[in-house]
């Protein structure tokens, strides 16, 4: 991705004017501002809800299924799914559900279960191929050394992530399989290492309960399990189950509240580097029947050294050093934005996704009033510009929280005539 090469970008000295030769420090000037603007274009261009999206249609995703299992037939590309997919019929197409700026992501059904398809790209083609394959033969890719394959799988996960990954952390992406359809594996296999996403979820899996394992790929797309996500047209911004009543809601949106407390903190020092969350949105989030919150789109997630390359760029006030909800400061005499994170995870949550709970005097209204009070004021500190004690603010807000659940538990008596009225209408 253009992110990933434009920050660390370095030009070789060349030729410029009419035959002299740019100085090495203008040169490298030149190169840093430049990667510096191609960086935020190409992020910009990818993730700014002001630029339209493609139209997403069944015709076209089906097309571009069927385009997937030809390449499949023809041994270009290969993958675990691609037999399911192309030739047993166990992973059939369902719907569209969006297609951004090149990404497409489709909901299908694998065996019962339902799963989403997701690629950067719309055609395999479009990704660079494996130099190493060069010159190999269709059935090729056999005898390729494992030590080789994994450096140049280890160094686009670098590029992806920022850091290099854990040792033992590639052996979950297959580089050992062989077999037959090796060369098209192989070809997928570094295909889908130009995603971000699959290289960062192939990582976390079975490390995180609050990212979807991958489940499999066919070329250039791979599966993830289908989670409803949020919205802001839910009246708790996440479908939360059975209405319940107010109480019921109250319960369910205070056990979801402590998942993202909880999320939070294992994204914050659970990792050898913090993972920071840029694009905190109720879409981007799921929640499981146990209230367990899923980050399901983690275009925006960056690992600590990641994070500290995207903000660190030239700018002129501190405005120019927010990256969506990741923000940075302005050093006015050097004119570059600090590379540590001026706000946090914590913060960009309370504010997005809290104060729709709590901030207002409704929210949470079958809680008693001075416990509300205390939740009110907390989310207010916690989403407020410039906020300190990140660890302190969080620990008051999971007693409150845990506090509004023994409160609601306590209060379930049953009523005389009938269950606790409806909540239609009003805030949990």
């Given at each position: 991705m253009a992110r990933a090469r434009a920050a660390g970008a370095r030009g070789r000295p060349r030729r410029c004017g009419l035959?002299?030769?740019?100085?090495?420090?203008?040169?490298?000037?030149?190169?840093?501002?430049?990667?510096?603007?191609?960086?935020?274009?190409?992020?910009?261009?990818?993730?700014?809800?002001?630029?339209?999206?493609?139209?997403?249609?069944d015709e076209k995703?089906?097309?571009?299924?069927?385009?997937?299992?030809?390449?499949?037939?023809?041994?270009?590309?290969?993958?675990?799914?691609?037999?399911?997919?192309?030739?047993?019929?166990?992973?059939?197409?369902?719907?569209?559900?969006?297609?951004?700026?090149?990404?497409?992501?489709?909901?299908?059904?694998?065996r019962g279960r339902p799963v989403v398809l997701k690629s950067k790209e719309e055609a395999f083609s479009s990704f660079p191929p494996l130099g190493l394959l060069d010159g190999q033969p269709e059935a090729g890719g056999q005898d390729l050394p494992e030590a080789e394959l994994l450096v140049l799988a280890a160094g686009e996960a670098r590029s992806a992530?920022?850091?290099?990954?854990?040792?033992?952390?590639?052996?979950?992406?297959?580089l050992a399989r062989r077999g037959p359809r090796r060369r098209g594996q192989l070809a997928s296999l570094w295909a889908l290492l130009q995603q971000e996403e699959f290289v960062l979820l192939s990582l976390l899996r079975g490390r995180s309960p609050h990212a979807p394992p991958v489940l499999g790929s066919c070329g250039h797309f791979y599966a993830v399990e289908h989670l409803a996500a949020g919205s802001p047209g839910h009246r708790a911004l996440f479908p939360l189950?059975?209405?319940?009543?107010?109480?019921g809601q109250a319960r369910a949106v205070s056990g979801v509240a402590l998942s993202f407390l909880d999320m939070v903190r294992h994204f914050d020092h659970d990792f050898a580097h913090r993972l920071h969350l840029c694009d905190v949105k109720p879409e981007n989030f799921a929640i499981r029947s146990d209230f367990t919150v899923v980050a399901i789109d983690v275009d925006m997630a960056f690992f600590e050294p990641k994070m500290r390359e995207i903000l660190e760029q030239n700018c002129t006030r501190d405005e120019d050093c927010?990256?969506?909800?990741?923000?940075?400061?302005?050093?006015?005499r050097a004119h570059r934005c600090g590379a540590q994170r001026a706000n946090s995870n914590l913060q960009v949550v309370c504010d997005k996704i809290f104060r729709h709970w709590f901030s207002s005097p409704r929210g949470t209204s079958v809680v008693s009033g001075p416990l509300r009070g205390q939740l009110r004021a907390a989310v207010q500190e916690c989403a407020a510009p410039g906020a300190q004690g990140a660890p302190r603010v969080l620990g008051r807000l999971r007693s409150l929280l845990q506090a509004a659940l023994w409160e609601l538990r306590d209060s379930e008596e049953p009523r005389p005539g009938g269950e606790e009225p409806s909540a239609q209408g009003s805030s949990p």
């Amino acid at each position: 991705m253009a992110r990933a090469r434009a920050a660390g970008a370095r030009g070789r000295p060349r030729r410029c004017g009419l035959g002299g030769r740019c100085g090495r420090r203008a040169l490298l000037a030149c190169a840093a501002w430049t990667a510096g603007w191609v960086l935020a274009a190409a992020l910009l261009l990818r993730a700014h809800p002001g630029v339209p999206s493609e139209r997403c249609t069944d015709e076209k995703s089906r097309r571009i299924l069927a385009a997937l299992c030809q390449d499949y037939r023809g041994g270009t590309l290969g993958g675990d799914l691609c037999e399911d997919l192309c030739e047993a019929g166990q992973l059939r197409y369902r719907r569209c559900l969006y297609y951004e700026r090149g990404k497409k992501v489709l909901q299908a059904d694998w065996r019962g279960r339902p799963v989403v398809l997701k690629s950067k790209e719309e055609a395999f083609s479009s990704f660079p191929p494996l130099g190493l394959l060069d010159g190999q033969p269709e059935a090729g890719g056999q005898d390729l050394p494992e030590a080789e394959l994994l450096v140049l799988a280890a160094g686009e996960a670098r590029s992806a992530l920022g850091l290099e990954p854990a040792e033992g952390g590639l052996g979950r992406l297959g580089l050992a399989r062989r077999g037959p359809r090796r060369r098209g594996q192989l070809a997928s296999l570094w295909a889908l290492l130009q995603q971000e996403e699959f290289v960062l979820l192939s990582l976390l899996r079975g490390r995180s309960p609050h990212a979807p394992p991958v489940l499999g790929s066919c070329g250039h797309f791979y599966a993830v399990e289908h989670l409803a996500a949020g919205s802001p047209g839910h009246r708790a911004l996440f479908p939360l189950g059975p209405d319940g009543g107010r109480r019921g809601q109250a319960r369910a949106v205070s056990g979801v509240a402590l998942s993202f407390l909880d999320m939070v903190r294992h994204f914050d020092h659970d990792f050898a580097h913090r993972l920071h969350l840029c694009d905190v949105k109720p879409e981007n989030f799921a929640i499981r029947s146990d209230f367990t919150v899923v980050a399901i789109d983690v275009d925006m997630a960056f690992f600590e050294p990641k994070m500290r390359e995207i903000l660190e760029q030239n700018c002129t006030r501190d405005e120019d050093c927010n990256f969506f909800d990741c923000f940075s400061k302005c050093d006015l005499r050097a004119h570059r934005c600090g590379a540590q994170r001026a706000n946090s995870n914590l913060q960009v949550v309370c504010d997005k996704i809290f104060r729709h709970w709590f901030s207002s005097p409704r929210g949470t209204s079958v809680v008693s009033g001075p416990l509300r009070g205390q939740l009110r004021a907390a989310v207010q500190e916690c989403a407020a510009p410039g906020a300190q004690g990140a660890p302190r603010v969080l620990g008051r807000l999971r007693s409150l929280l845990q506090a509004a659940l023994w409160e609601l538990r306590d209060s379930e008596e049953p009523r005389p005539g009938g269950e606790e009225p409806s909540a239609q209408g009003s805030s949990p």
